[in-house]
């Protein structure tokens, strides 16, 4: 799946950067919430399917050693043009090339889209894997009542209801903090997840 999902961000990477590259072109709220969320990392934190790397650059300026891993060789590329000083690689979500346990947090920032219920738990145990006990992952989403396939605008992704996702978070071994459901007139129904790894010390 990863092949298919990277090659067609590849063909629309240009456009994709163009209207979403930038951390300006999100909900006043999103950007909250990640502030918030990155002041309790303790640690590093990798930015999984960091894209055009915006993202990665606002949790370098909020003071967190961040890298930022992505599928996509032209975000990729582009990552590293615009934000030099900050670490970029290609790479698959369940291989963030780090060692057990290296990093404080997670962001999964409308990365997990693409997965189905059974194809999810990969990622989520990769994340597991990668984060220190008691590290954080926050997780944006699109929501809906049921699991369900829609036509994404590069290719067909999944809506979860805030449960559904949830009780997958748990099953990788994450305990759920909260969740945040935001419903705009003219707008899919957005969401996000903050998890922590439930094996803490």
């Known amino acids: 799946m990863s092949g298919t999902v990277g090659s067609a961000y590849s063909r629309r990477a240009a456009e994709y950067t163009d209207l979403f590259g930038s951390v300006s072109a999100a909900h006043p709220s999103d950007r909250q919430l990640v502030t918030t969320w990155a002041g309790g990392i303790d640690g590093s934190v990798i930015d999984a399917g960091c894209g055009p790397g915006h993202w990665t650059q606002f949790l370098a300026d909020l003071g967190l050693s961040a890298r930022g891993v992505d599928l996509v060789p032209e975000f990729i590329e582009r990552a590293r043009a615009e934000y030099p000083g900050i670490p970029f690689e290609v790479g698959d979500l369940e291989e963030l090339g780090c060692e057990p346990g290296a990093a404080g947090g997670i962001l999964s920032w409308y990365s997990l889209i693409h997965h189905e ?85």
């Open 117 to 201: 219920p059974g194809s999810i738990r990969g990622p989520l145990a990769e994340f597991h894997r990668a984060l220190r006990p008691g590290g954080t992952l926050l997780v944006g989403f699109f929501e809906g009542p049921v699991v369900e396939r829609f036509d994404h605008a590069v290719i067909p992704a999944q809506r979860w209801p805030v449960a559904g996702l949830s009780a997958e978070l748990v099953a990788a071994g994450f305990e759920v903090i909260e969740s945040h459901v935001r419903k705009t007139v003219g707008e899919r129904p957005q969401a996000a997840i903050i998890a922590r790894r439930a094996d803490a010390a």
